[in-house]
Every structure is written in structure tokens, then in C-alpha cells.
């Protein structure tokens, strides 16, 4: 129903930004509530941050609040997080992932982008 392709990932020291972005193909870009989520090697995957389909609506996890920042550009099908003041442990794979609505599991995914920041 909907593609997703993450980009932007790569290597940053401490302190750095990086900016992850998402393509999306398919189904109409603006029906889908959106996320991002990472998985550190050998833990679970865990929310980073999500936003509502009209992007007037944010939410983030703790330990990326006032640091990182997820959008959306339904003109352009594009969802981004713009991560600032990263730390070691933000190094994880990072995936954007679709729902059909708040209150619904995520049910699609895009194959991850490696981020690793350096001490």
C-alpha cells in the first residue's frame, strides 16, 4: 500500500546534526500518521518520534526532546527528523514507519538507515 525509503543516515561526532529523510510511494502520502523508530544492536526497537497526518500534531520520546524534530511534506511525500546535539548513544538503525491512523499499529516500514555517532 505505501513504500517507504529512508536516506540520510551515516557517521557524526558528538554534538553534530543529521538530517534522516523518508520517501514514500503508493497509497496518497497524507493518509498514513507517521513515525520514526531505532534499534541499537542487540536491543529492542524503540518510538524516537511521530506526528499526525496533517503534521499539526507531534509527539517525541524523552530522550530526544529539544533535540530532534520530525516533519512531513505531503506536497512532496517526504517525512524528515531533524536530529541535533547527537549523542553516542543515538547510534542506531533508524526507521520511518506508516500507520493508518493514531491509536493503530505501524504496519509499514522502510529498510532502516544506519547513524552513528562517534565519542
Known amino acids: 500500500q505505501v513504500q517507504l525509503v529512508e536516506s540520510g543516515g551515516g557517521l557524526v561526532q558528538a554534538g553534530g546534526s543529521l538530517r534522516l529523510s523518508c520517501a514514500a510511494s503508493?497509497?496518497?502520502?497524507?493518509?498514513?500518521?507517521l513515525g520514526w523508530f531505532r534499534q541499537a544492536p542487540g536491543k529492542e526497537r524503540d518510538f524516537v518520534a511521530g506526528?499526525?497526518?496533517?503534521?499539526?500534531?507531534?509527539w517525541y520520546a524523552d530522550s530526544v526532546k529539544g533535540r530532534f524534530t520530525i516533519s512531513r511534506d505531503n506536497a512532496k511525500n517526504t517525512l524528515a527528523l531533524q536530529m541535533n546535539s547527537l549523542k553516542p548513544e543515538d547510534t542506531a538503525v533508524y526507521y520511518c514507519?506508516?500507520?493508518?491512523?493514531?491509536?493503530?499499529?505501524?504496519?509499514?516500514w522502510g529498510q532502516g538507515t544506519q547513524v552513528t555517532v562517534s565519542s
Open positions: 506526528i499526525s497526518k496533517s503534521g499539526g500534531s507531534t
Open positions: 514507519a506508516a500507520r493508518l491512523d493514531i491509536g493503530q499499529r505501524y504496519a509499514y
Open positions: 503508493g497509497r496518497t502520502f497524507s493518509s498514513y500518521a
